[in-house]
């Protein structure tokens, strides 16, 4: 277990309603990543959080936004939700800072959009 | 484009024996290279991570190979167990990238009792 957790664990929205997925980081570590996993795909970058700023984003529309709070905890928030949404939710903690990428996945929130 | 090319993408070993899961990347400015094991409903797994100045990097049963002037890398599963059944990633990183991991696609190993 890495220390990271997520919350819900799964969630049914229709399509779009807007969505809220909370992340708490592990010990220790002040920055936190975000990204979407479709079934069977490997995951895919969204973007990061890092001293309460977005510190880099994939290729996501912007309504994808998040937010991180002093306790370096994390909110991914998804507006207009459309079914291709439906995915695994995951979010990363790590160090931060030059020479510490290693990142630690949470379990992951399974978000399923009809 | 895919910037990590994974392969294969199904592989079933026997108990006891060697599981190789090969990975390709085309971007030179890569230099962080970590695999992670996932199982079913669980978040990945950091397994060993490796940087382009080692050829091979060994944590127990599972060594990285690295490749860096064919630009390739892989992992070895020895003595290959049941439990080590499940999806693995190869992933890369570029400096100063802000956490953009990029992944694979993912091998599903099954190994065989």
């Known amino acids: 277990e890495t220390g990271v957790t997520q919350s819900p664990t799964h969630l049914i929205k229709t399509r779009g309603q807007q969505v809220t997925l909370r992340c708490s980081s592990q010990s220790g570590h002040n920055t936190v990543s975000w990204y979407q996993q479709a079934l069977g795909q490997g995951p895919q970058f969204i973007f990061q959080y890092y001293r309460e700023e977005e510190n880099g984003r994939g290729n996501f529309p912007p309504r994808f936004s998040g937010l991180q709070f002093p306790n370096y905890s994390s909110e991914l928030n998804v507006n207009a939700l459309e079914l291709d949404d439906s995915a695994l939710y995951l979010c990363?903690?790590?160090?931060?800072?030059?020479?510490?990428?290693?990142?630690?996945f949470g379990p992951g929130t399974r978000l399923l959009v009809l | 484009q895919q910037q990590v090319k994974q392969s294969p993408q199904s592989l079933i070993v026997q108990k006891g024996g060697i599981s190789i899961i090969n990975c390709a990347y085309e971007?030179?400015?890569?230099?962080?290279f970590p695999w992670y094991q996932q199982f079913p409903g669980k978040g990945p797994a950091l397994l060993i991570a490796i940087r382009p100045d080692v050829s091979e990097k060994k944590e127990g049963r599972f060594t990285i190979s690295f490749n860096k002037s064919a630009k390739q890398f892989s992992l070895h599963i020895m003595d290959s167990q049941p439990g080590d059944s499940a999806t693995y990633f190869c992933a890369a990183l570029k400096g100063g990238s802000q956490g953009n991991l990029i992944f694979g696609k993912g091998t599903k190993l099954s190994v065989k009792p």
């Open positions: 990363a903690s790590s160090r931060g800072g030059a020479g510490q990428e290693t990142q630690y």
């Open positions: 971007n030179t400015a890569f230099d962080y």
